[in-house]
């Protein structure tokens, strides 16, 4: 059988296992370091974000953003309707109630049904996603929370990299998280990095995720904490990562842009748009299709030994939300129903690409 085809592995750049034997020979095999601080330090500059926190995963940056803007039990909070379930579960861990709001055509978050659902609903926080390194509506997005006085925590998960009117996506609001987890632009095997303008606050977050230690000899607590940080090995891998991002969000844009001359042609497809004055990294290539049905594409190309996906099933289909209120609903059932996830690894080359987009082609109804 051929090689297989993944959705989105990891792509070593070659600095990170030099970088894994300094931890070593400074037997710093922990989540404190000095790759953590660098790290930390290389997301800033990358980002332009004023603090950062480096952390075992985007969902604990979610989790630690939602405490630190005092969502407390049975407050409400908004989010994205189509994301994945990472951005909304830290809701739940507060005790809090997700109320979720559709897309538009964007696929990202509807400002129009964002504002309704903030003046009805008056949430505590707004956890938005800027789905598959698309960045959404943000300024409006922003401009609206600020005027209702709600936190606003961007899911910059899948969108490092990511701008509008050239500002990073995850910069906006209040707090923005970034995912390294193994099938995203860059990867340390699993890990999240909190970011904010508020030093304050993410000095907050270290300790919080470092089980809430207060300053003292002995081990006392007041505060409930976490066990989140990331290990000094692990950033190791990020600090090597992050000096090949600028080149895989290039090599993910171009895998789009090989995508759209090979299947750009076809009525039926639609590719995942991106909205004036935004750059997106092109995280995976999305598109939907008018008549044929995704799943018989994904049959075909699993045949071949390619991977692909369907877009996320909106979280208020979950059974887990059964209970959750959606602002809307159509869109996102849609994109769902719709659309799929092409294998984007920046280690494809472009006769990878032709094979895919072949096989999408020999399965069009
Ligand atoms: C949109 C979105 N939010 C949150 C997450 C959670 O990230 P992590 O796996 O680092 O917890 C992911 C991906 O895994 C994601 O795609």
Partial sequence: MAEKIFLSPPH???NELKYIQEVFDSNYIAPLGAFVDRFEKDIC?????????????ATAAIHLALRLSEVKAGDKVLASTLTFIGSVAPILYQGAKPVFVDSDESWNADPGLVEEAIEKERPKAFVLTH????SAKIDRIAEICKAYDVALIEDAAESLGAT???KHTGTFGDFGAYSFNGNKIITTSGGG??????????????????????????????ELGYNYRMSNVLA???VGQMEV????????????????????????????????????NRWLTTLTFACTNPAKVMATLQERNIESRPVWKPMHLQPLFKEALCYGKDVSEDLFARGICLPSGTAMSKEDVEQVASMVRSALC
């Fill in 245 to 280: 991002l600028p080149s895989h969000i290039e090599k993910k844009r171009e895998i789009f842009s090989w995508y759209e001359e090979l299947l750009g042609d076809i009525e039926e497809i639609e590719f995942m748009p991106e909205i004036e004055h935004s750059r997106g």
């Fill in 45 to 57: 500059h990358f980002t332009g974000a004023a603090s950062a926190a480096a952390l075992s995963s």
């Fill in 131 to 134: 789905l598959y390194g698309q």
């Fill in 236 to 238: 190791a891998i990020g």
């Fill in 12 to 14: 070593m750049g070659g």
């Fill in 164 to 166: 509008f009117k050239e």
């Fill in 193 to 222: 990095m909190l970011v904010s303008d508020d030093k304050t606050a993410i000095s907050h977050a270290k300790k919080l995720a470092t089980q809430a230690r207060e300053p003292a000899l002995w081990y006392e607590h007041e």
